[in-house]
Structures are given as structure tokens and as C-alpha cells.
């Protein structure tokens, strides 16, 4: 399948490298065009099977972008930007992300010096060669020179955990503003996606100037990136937020549009058209009265935008009732079904962080957390919690030598466990995080494993087996009798380590059989499972356990971040292990 998105890449790539071999004009028609196919709201892959004059019916693409596309659907690739490709063989995308650095600049760079990544033009700044070349001088040099390292970071993604807070105390900041009538988050980390590309934040006010020289002035922006009068964009801790200011009578459309996803806005859209309405950022509307040019929905001046008779904009609820639909926690648009569902009145009724009653997985300074037993029990306790399980490490395979717990110190632990939880208000579950061996077999004895009162087991070696060695091993650990809990399943790093390949319905399937919950690690590094995954053990109709894996009182607070990922999961109270109370947690642990 060649998406839409795909498709628009490609243009763009297209016009880019036009323009860096000096092309003018052509380049321009290029990027419209992209844009319009981005937005399109019907797969362009399709369309294109019916033939180019259907393509060419898309606004702004004309015969000639039409026949390359249908080429690209047809073939995978385009014979001109192939050409276009091994005469100027640069890392276009990379390279273009350095501010100050544009198409063309790449593409005398290139004749000049030679240069094609990022590296290269990092070495050549630095021996100042690019001075050197005509149209060039020490400043330009300079400038591309600082803004390497800030290029490659935004090639990145941010982790959720790392974005999240700046958002949250921007959106607090900007609460404080006089002009500012109301402040949310959108894009994807409104859905909480696990890492995020940039923050989009979006403010409801009647003064757009004044909230922008707000948003530039407040004190945790690193730098200002760039200021309009509806729109601004800022970097704080790494992380790049951009600002829109809408009119309050418009808030909701906006919020709707611009939290995307976009594969949901855009099946959002097409039931609209169905409708004859015309749904964007700007509200819904009933053009059926109006005549086709005015109803011309490609046109992009704003008023042409705002045509026919307008049914929402103002609430973002009224957006979706207008359209039949109840209102979708944004956890869910990621096009998956929950229109659907959102039509037929059956979403699921998602789990909240209030409905956690404790956390089964957690380490003290027994192992490599930072805090004593009672610390850690009482921190739970301060948070309303009714139970604390706790979970260090047993030693075996990937735990440093002198962290883990063999089975003697585990004998011994049970003694201050006990004694802590005859002190606490909480119920107290004593516990062990043991090892997942590459072959499935665990590092703490049977016979103890049976008299704790939970088991959790994770891998924490050998994350590079083959899907079936990965599944096969997760699936014995999770029938093993005294198993109650499978910690981190892939053992993923966010940016940094895939972790295991995991067939995800067979282990969902298994787990659910034996009675074994999936943990969602609530660690901001990990989320794993990922939300996609934890969909697998719902439909198997299994258990999953947010945990934080806390190594401290403050990680207790990442609860937040596995209920949202569980949520993208499609998770409810009666799916989490730990959205029981005690009493049940006990009956269900084995
Ligand atoms: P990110 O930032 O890469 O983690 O992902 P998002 O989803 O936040 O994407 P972003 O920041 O590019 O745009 C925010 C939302 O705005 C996106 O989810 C959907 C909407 N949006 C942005 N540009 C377009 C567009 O060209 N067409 C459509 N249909 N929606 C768009
Ligand atoms: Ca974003
Ligand atoms: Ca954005
Ligand atoms: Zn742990």
C-alpha cells in the first residue's frame, strides 16, 4: 500500500531535488501538490488504479505530477526522481533539516565539497571549508556549524515522558494569561502517543497577538523558533512545542483537527462528506444548500473554509455528535475502529488512573531501588493506594553482579516484608521481579516461587532472539505455575533498543489461559507493552497490570503514563490486574 503521506513525501523529495539542481518555478508546483494529496481524503493509491486523468482531478495536480504518481503506484519508484536521485546522491531530508540549509544550498555544497550527510557537512563546517565556497561566508559557516547538533536531535523523537511535562507546565503557564480563554494540548501527545515528534498546543483566545508575545515570553523557552500572528513555535528541554491561537467559537474544530490522528481525522472527513458537510479546523458545515463553487471544499482561503451552514466548531463533543458519533477519548484516534464503535455506541468505557488500587511491581533498596521497604510502602500509602506489592530483583541472566536477590536474601526479605506490613495501613505483598532466561526457565527457585505471594518474571537477557524463540519463552514463563505477572515483555528501550519480537496474539492467547497478566511498564523508557500490543491481550480477553516499576517514591507517579498507554490499548477496569482490590488481587494471584 502506497499512502497518501507516502505519496506526498515523495513530491516533496521530488521538488527539493529540483530545486537543488537550480530548477525553478517547478519546485513550487511540486510542494502544492503535496499538500493537496496529503490532504486528500480518499486513498491515492486507488485512484490512481482508475488512471491519471483521476489523479489530475486532485487541485493543483496537474497531467504531468498525475502520470508520476500513477508511475509510483504502479512501479514503487519514479524513473525521474531516480535520475534526479543518483546525480545529486544526498541525504536530502537529513541535510535540509539544519536551519539556513535549504535545497539549493545542499546542492552546491555538493558540487563544491562533495558533501551528502550530515556527518560530512558537520566535518566540513568544522574545517572551515564551507566558508570557502562561493556565496558563502564565515557567518553562514557558523551558523550551520551550531545548528547541526539541534538538526540531528529533531530527526529524533522525543519520548512521551520527556515531552509531557514540558507540556504541562506551559499549558499551566498559559492558563495564568489574562488573554488566554482556554489551553489544551493536541496532536499526539494528546494521545499519549509513546513518543512524540513535537507538542502542538492550542489556545482559545480573542487576542492571538497577545497570547504569542506570552508564549515567547515565558521563562522556560530555551529559543524562540519562530513568531506569527496566529502561530508561534518554541524549543524548551529539547522538546519543540508549537503554538495556534483560534478563535474560542472555533476551539473545538480546532482541537478535533489538529489532535488528529490524521489516518482519523481523515475517515472523520469522509463520513462529513457523506453527510454533504464540510468538516476542518474551522467547524462543521452543512454545504448542501450551497452551490459548487462556493462549496468549493480545496480552496484554502480561510473565509471559503467557513462556508454553508455551520453546525459545530465551538465544542469538541458537538464536532463528533453532529456527526453521529460520541465522543472519542483521543487515547483512541488512531483509526482502529473506534468510529465505528463511536457510531455504534460501543466504546470502551476506558480505565482511569483512579481506578488503580496499588502497584505489583516495584524494588527497594534490597536490590537497586533507592528506598527502604517501609519508604516505599508508606509513599504507596500517601497516594491512596490499598496494597504494595513489593518485587526486587532475584539474580540471574542481565542483572549486574550484587543487585538481585539470591533465594536465601529472598527468605530473609520475607521477614521485614512481614514485619513492615504488620506496621502499614496498606496491604503488603511480598514478591520477586525473577529472571526470564533465554530458554524460558526462571532464576528463582520453584518451591520459594510458590510461597511468595506474587511472581513477577521479565527478561532482562537475550533480546535478540527470533519471534518464535521470543514467544516461546515468554509463553513458558507465563504457564509457569506460580507466574503471576510477566514484567516488560519485549524489554524495549524508547530510541534506544527494539527489544524482543513477540508474537503478541499467541502470548495474549497463552497468558490469558494460564491466568498470567501482561504488565505495561509504566516507565517512561519503556511503556511496554506498547498500546498497539496491549490491544492483543484485551481481544484475547486477558489481564494486564500497569506498574510503574518504581525505583523511588517519586517514579510512583509514572502510574499516569501506563493508564494512558493502557488506554491506547482499549483497556477497562476489569482488564487490569491491578484495578482490583486486595481481596481479588489475592484470589488471582497463584
Ligand atoms: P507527532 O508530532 O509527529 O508526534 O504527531 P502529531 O500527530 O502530533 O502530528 P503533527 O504535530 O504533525 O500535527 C498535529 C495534528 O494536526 C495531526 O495529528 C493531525 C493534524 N494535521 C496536521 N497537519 C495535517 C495535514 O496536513 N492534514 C491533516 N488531515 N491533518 C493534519
Ligand atoms: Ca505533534
Ligand atoms: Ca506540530
Ligand atoms: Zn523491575
Not at 183 to 211: F, N, Y
Not at 236 to 254: Q, S, T, Y
Not at 373 to 387: C, L, P, S, T, Y
Request: hydrophobic letters at 40%; glycine letters at 8%; one cysteine or more.
Amino acid at each position: 500500500m502506497r499512502s497518501n503521506d507516502a505519496v506526498a513525501r515523495l513530491l516533496v523529495e521530488f521538488a527539493d531535488r529540483l530545486e537543488a539542481t537550480g530548477v525553478e518555478y517547478k519546485p513550487n508546483a511540486y510542494r502544492r501538490a503535496a499538500e493537496n494529496v496529503a490532504d486528500y481524503p480518499e486513498p491515492i493509491d486507488q485512484l490512481a488504479e482508475t488512471g491519471e486523468d483521476a489523479v489530475a482531478e486532485i487541485d493543483r495536480v496537474g497531467d504531468a505530477i498525475a502520470s508520476k504518481i500513477v508511475e509510483y503506484v504502479e512501479t514503487g519508484s519514479i524513473d525521474e526522481l531516480e535520475d534526479l536521485r543518483d546525480s545529486l546522491p544526498v541525504e536530502m531530508a537529513a541535510l535540509t533539516s539544519v536551519e539556513g540549509v535549504g535545497p539549493k544550498t545542499v546542492g552546491t555544497l555538493y558540487e563544491a565539497l562533495g558533501i551528502t550527510t550530515l556527518d560530512e557537512l558537520e566535518t566540513a563546517a568544522e574545517a572551515g571549508e564551507i566558508q570557502e565556497v562561493t556565496g558563502f561566508g564565515a557567518k553562514t559557516e557558523q551558523n550551520i556549524r551550531e545548528n547541526i547538533p539541534f538538526a540531528r536531535q529533531s530527526q529524533q523523537r522525543e519520548r512521551l515522558g520527556a515531552a509531557r511535562p514540558v507540556a504541562d507546565d506551559l499549558c499551566a503557564y498559559l492558563d495564568t494569561l489574562d488573554t488566554v480563554a482556554r489551553v489544551d494540548v493536541a496532536g499526539s501527545i494528546r494521545r499519549w502517543k509513546d513518543t512524540i515528534g513535537d507538542v502542538d498546543v492550542l489556545v482559545a483566545s480573542d487576542d492571538s497577538e497577545a497570547v504569542v508575545a506570552g508564549f515567547t515570553e515565558w521563562g522556560d523557552a530555551d529559543d524562540v523558533i519562530e513568531a506569527g500572528s496566529h502561530k508561534a513555535s518554541l524549543r524548551a528541554d529539547g522538546v519543540r512545542v508549537d503554538l495556534r491561537v483560534v478563535v474560542p467559537e472555533e476551539f473545538g474544530a480546532a482541537l478535533q483537527y489538529f489532535t488528529g490522528s490524521k489516518d482519523h481525522n481523515v475517515r472523520l472527513r469522509n463520513r462529513a462528506i457523506a453527510r454533504d458537510y464540510k468538516l476542518n479546523e474551522y467547524g462543521l458545515f452543512d454545504i448542501s444548500d450551497l452551490d459548487t463553487d462556493a462549496a468549493d471544499t480545496t480552496s484554502d482561503t480561510a473565509d471559503s473554509q467557513r462556508g454553508g451552514v455551520k453546525l459545530a466548531g465551538q465544542s469538541e463533543a458537538a464536532m463528533y455528535a453532529e456527526l453521529g458519533l460520541a465522543w472519542i477519548p483521543p487515547e483512541l484516534r488512531e483509526d482502529t475502529g473506534e468510529i465505528d464503535a463511536a457510531a455504534e455506541g460501543t466504546l470502551p468505557t476506558l480505565v482511569e488512573t483512579g481506578d488503580i488500587n496499588g502497584d505489583c511491581h516495584t524494588h527497594s533498596e534490597w536490590s537497586d531501588g533507592g528506598n527502604s521497604i517501609e519508604e516505599m510502602v508508606a509513599a504507596a500509602a500517601d497516594r491512596g493506594d490499598d496494597f504494595h506489592c513489593v518485587t526486587d530483583h532475584a539474580t540471574g541472566p542481565g542483572i549486574i553482579e550484587g543487585i538481585g536477590l539470591d533465594d536465601d536474601a529472598l527468605r530473609e526479605q520475607m521477614v521485614t516484608v512481614d514485619a513492615v506490613a504488620a506496621d502499614s495501613d496498606i496491604t503488603v505483598f511480598h514478591g520477586v521481579e525473577t529472571n526470564i532466561a533465554a530458554d524460558g526457565s526462571l532464576s528463582t527457585d520453584d518451591e520459594l516461587l510458590a510461597e511468595l505471594d506474587i511472581v513477577v518474571a521479565s527478561p532482562h537477557s537475550a533480546l535478540d532472539q527470533d519471534t518464535d524463540a521470543a514467544t516461546d519463552r515468554l509463553c513458558q514463563a507465563a504457564t509457569h505455575p506460580s507466574v503471576d505477572v510477566i514484567g516488560h515483555p519485549t524489554g524495549r528501550l524508547l530510541n534506544s533498543r527494539a527489544g524482543l519480537s513477540v508474537d503478541m496474539t499467541r502470548l495474549a492467547e497463552t497468558a490469558a489461559a494460564a491466568d498470567t497478566a501482561l504488565e505495561i511498564n509504566a516507565t517512561p523508557a519503556r511503556l511496554d507493552l506498547a498500546g498497539e500490543a496491549v490491544r492483543a491481550v484485551v481481544e484475547a480477553g486477558g489481564t494486564v497490570a500497569i506498574n510503574t516499576d518504581a525505583h523511588s517514591p517519586a517514579e510512583l507517579d509514572n502510574r499516569r503514563y501506563g493508564v494512558k498507554t493502557a488506554r491506547r490499548g482499549w483497556v477497562e477496569p476489569t482488564d487490569v490486574l491491578n484495578a482490583k482490590p486486595s481481596s481479588e488481587l489475592r484470589a488471582f494471584l497463584h
